[in-house]
């Protein structure tokens, strides 16, 4: 079955780092885009970005561009998260997942499978 599972979240200072790499299976890895969102308590699910399936193309949420960068290897099937100069305000929970074809890149609605998620907290 189609498994997608988040690794490298944690507790790091503002202005931090953090890798986050999500694994892929199951689902033949180039032939989907992917993307990453995130959730705050109490708050919805929220856009980080969308990597094409070639990675040639990548769209990013205001909140973290030029913070973040996005990287995919389809010998590992991994997606890759690089989380620099990190504010309180990116703490949540990291979700990678597979883009089902249509839809906007923004909507999770757009998305077919999830990971479980990955905890990544900010301290001031």
């Known amino acids: 079955q189609v498994q997608l599972v988040e690794s490298g979240g944690g507790l790091v200072q503002a202005g931090g780092s953090l890798r986050l790499s999500c694994a892929a299976s199951?689902?033949?890895?180039?032939?989907?885009?992917m993307g990453w969102f995130r959730q705050a308590p109490g708050k919805e699910r929220e856009f980080v970005v969308f990597?094409?399936?070639?990675?040639?193309?990548?769209y990013w949420a205001d909140s973290v561009k030029g913070r973040f960068t996005i990287s995919r290897d389809t010998a590992k099937n991994t997606a890759d998260l690089q989380m620099n100069s990190l504010k309180p305000e990116d703490t949540a929970v990291y979700y990678c997942?597979?883009?089902?074809?249509?839809?906007?890149?923004?909507?999770?609605?757009?998305?077919?499978?999830w990971g479980q998620g990955t905890q990544v907290t900010v301290s001031s």
């Open positions: 990597i094409s399936r070639s990675g040639a193309s990548t």
């Open positions: 997942a597979f883009y089902h074809y249509s839809g906007a890149y923004f909507d999770p609605g757009s998305y077919d499978y």
């Open positions: 199951g689902r033949t890895f180039s032939n989907y885009a």
